[in-house]
């Protein structure tokens, strides 16, 4: 069941029609943070091609969600350049952000928001008319099963529901490119089901999927690339090919 | 209109500040105070209860919206960038300023609703003490449109500052709150703060002097705080969306304007005739250049920003980030001080020991000396030092009581005292002046080119590729 309810806006239509090749090129991506954390990434070179699983996997403090916010342009590269089908993140960042459907982490809510408020907003600030956004709304609650807590208030949800329910906000605006970081974290296994369905179905619709996981057993989706990131850099293809053989001849990933 | 009504993230604050429940608590707690207001109120004052009545009852209003609206504006952003919820707002389609007026509309909406729940209070106090209607509405409107500037003030604070670094700013706030009730002798117009105006009420208030025209107070405030608003409101918008770390409170350009605009608003309000020339250009000096300082604090680079503009130093105007905050600000503090220089030349009558030279040697060291503190701060900002900010303020607060006890202990004269900070001028005149005076004005400008080396060696260093 494809949210029949939305039509992609001309902007994503836009991004979708050049998202043939390439969907996201990093090249010699360096971030520095002011004290105390230093410098988080190293000279970061990848590519993403389009509709593939990517997973990014490495210890906390690796780089990985400053990898993510990179891409959606929340944060500004010290140096080097990220690109989304040619378009440069910082150059056009309105253009690639509505593009992206992003879950950061720690994830927290609104307080004081209702489930389908919460939807709601995000439906209407992506740009989707009132009517359009409710009829989205409930076609995600009822995908993600969260009918039955629609008027539930979000401060009040589980941690596994309020991240179905981040993640279902990600989708809102029906974005070709998925970045999720660590979205599996404190899910249980119904929420973990649930959500494999979920990116599996939008992979199988054509989506471009970036997930992070600080474990390799975390991944339950069939990843297409697994890269690794270490202290800020990014371990070679070969090394970290090597890595995932030897956690899978001991059954530590699927 | 419609864009307002739609606006998502103004909706979002309707839904979740407007509850019923929540609403008939507020106007619960409102009617019990307003009750045990009036019993006060009526119990104690006897004829003039009907006045202390409705100043009470419209000081609270203006409490809640300025104090309590700042600070659920400050605690309701904190609280989304807490949650992340910040940065997923920043990934919508909401444009900046779109975001930014749903803040500044929605996250005080608690203490709108509240200061409305007063309303018929405050209304039986005009009615019951037969005062002009008027007056109340146009009380109102300062206090309204000085709640906009202070809550624009907050939301900015909010965007710039996290974690428990937003208590103090809280204290900052309010501070800067009560501040305003201060009235200032050398300018001809009342407190800046509404509230002053709300718990004078019921009485006519001696109009305000502005570049000679006779001008209501409350227009004034209110013509004051709507520009106020109106540039923090520019410097959210600028940043709203932006990388933290590579905020930037104004452009060049707009820091200029905005300097200028403070310097037009003293230059009008000043009270020349009842000053004369020399004190009233001594008191639009020290309160453009204080003004110019702290704009010239939040302007400072952070070193995410510093390292950027240092990669691309090879651009003619390199020398503009080596020198920044400078330029700008020196620039504003050498048009607005030339400009009074001339104002105090033609508009004052009394010129007892001024001369315009003397005032323009003024207007130049106090350019110089907020170029030189503002370059130092800067360097010492971008420096590995804890806390670099705080420790580069208290390091130059350091220097400056250091320096006045040694100079005070040798009854050093007023141009040694130059030397080390600009107080010294108010024993500047026609009279005193000697040439000795031009060596606080060579010693500045050296200071300013020596920490304007450091900050090219160290601009240097942050441009360097990250091994």
Known sequence: MQHPATEPSAWTRRLREKTRSVAVRIEGLCKQYDSPAGVALHNVTMEITAGEVFALVGADGAGKSTVLKLICGLLTPTAGRVTINNLDVERERDEVQAAIGYLGSPFGMYSGALVWEYLDYFARAHGLPPDSASARVAALLDRFRLTGARDARVEGLSRATKLLLGVARALVHDPPLLLLDEPTLGLDARGRALLKRVLTDEHHHGKTIVLTSPTLTDLDVNCDTVRILEHGRLLPADRAEKILQEAASIGEIP | ?467
Request: hydrophobic share 60%; net charge positive; glycine share 8%.
């Open chain 2, 1 to 467: 209109m419609n864009r307002l009504i739609e606006n998502p993230e103004l909706l979002r604050h309707v839904r979740a500040e407007l509850r019923p429940r929540r609403m008939l608590a507020t106007f619960t707690a409102c009617a019990v105070l307003s009750g045990a207001l009036g019993a006060w109120a009526y119990g104690g004052a006897g004829d003039a209860a009907a006045l202390h009545y409705l100043r009470l009852v419209v000081v609270l209003q203006a409490l809640l919206l300025g104090v309590g609206g700042g600070i659920a504006c400050l605690f309701a952003v904190r609280r989304d960038g807490d949650a992340n919820e910040f940065d997923h707002e920043r990934m919508t389609m909401l444009p900046a300023w779109e975001l930014a007026v749903g803040k500044l509309l929605g996250a005080p909406l608690s203490a709108y609703f509240a200061a409305l729940c007063l309303v018929p209070s405050a209304l039986v106090g005009v009615f019951a003490g037969g005062f002009s209607p008027w007056a109340l509405l146009a009380t109102w409107l300062a206090v309204l449109v000085g709640s906009f500037a202070t809550h624009a003030l907050a939301l900015l604070i909010a965007v710039r500052v996290r974690g428990a670094a937003t208590h103090t700013a809280a204290l900052w706030l309010v501070a800067a709150i009560g501040l305003s009730t201060v009235r200032v002798p050398a300018l001809r117009m009342g407190p800046l703060n509404p509230i002053v105006a709300a718990a004078d009420i019921g009485q006519p208030l001696p109009p305000d002097v502005f570049f000679g025209l006779r001008i209501p107070h409350l227009l004034l405030l209110v013509l004051i705080y709507a520009g106020v608003a109106a540039w923090l409101l520019l410097a959210v918008i600028r940043n709203l969306k932006r990388d933290p770390q590579a905020h930037e409170l104004f452009s060049p350009l707009q820091a200029l304007l905005l300097l200028l605009c403070a310097a037009l608003v003293l230059l009008g309000v000043m009270d020349w005739p009842a000053r004369g020339a020399l004190p009233g250009q001594r008191a639009l000096l020290a309160l453009g250049a204080a003004s110019a300082w702290l704009l010239g604090l939040a302007l400072l680079h952070g070193p995410e920003l510093a390292r950027r503009r240092a990669s691309r130093l090879v651009e003619p105007a390199g020398w503009f980030e080596v020198l920044w905050p400078a330029p700008a600000v020196a620039a504003a503090t050498a048009i607005a001080g030339v400009a009074g220089v001339v104002t105090a030349t033609f508009a004052a009558s009394d010129k007892a020991d001024y001369s315009p030279w003397v005032g323009l040697f003024s207007v130049a060291y106090l350019g110089l000396w907020l170029a030189r503190d503002l370059i130092y701060l800067q360097w010492v900002r971008l420096t590995a030092l804890p806390r670099p900010l705080q420790s580069g303020v208290l390091m130059l607060l350091g220097f400056y009581a250091l320096g006045s006890l040694t100079l005070g202990l040798f009854s050093a004269p007023a141009p040694a005292t130059a030397i080390v900070h600009p107080t010294a001028l108010a024993r500047l005149g026609a009279g005193t002046w000697t040439w000795a005076w031009l060596l606080p004005l060579l010693v500045q400008a050296g200071a300013a080119a020596g920490f304007a080396y450091l900050r090219l060696r160290q601009l240097a260093t942050l441009g360097a590729p990250i091994t």
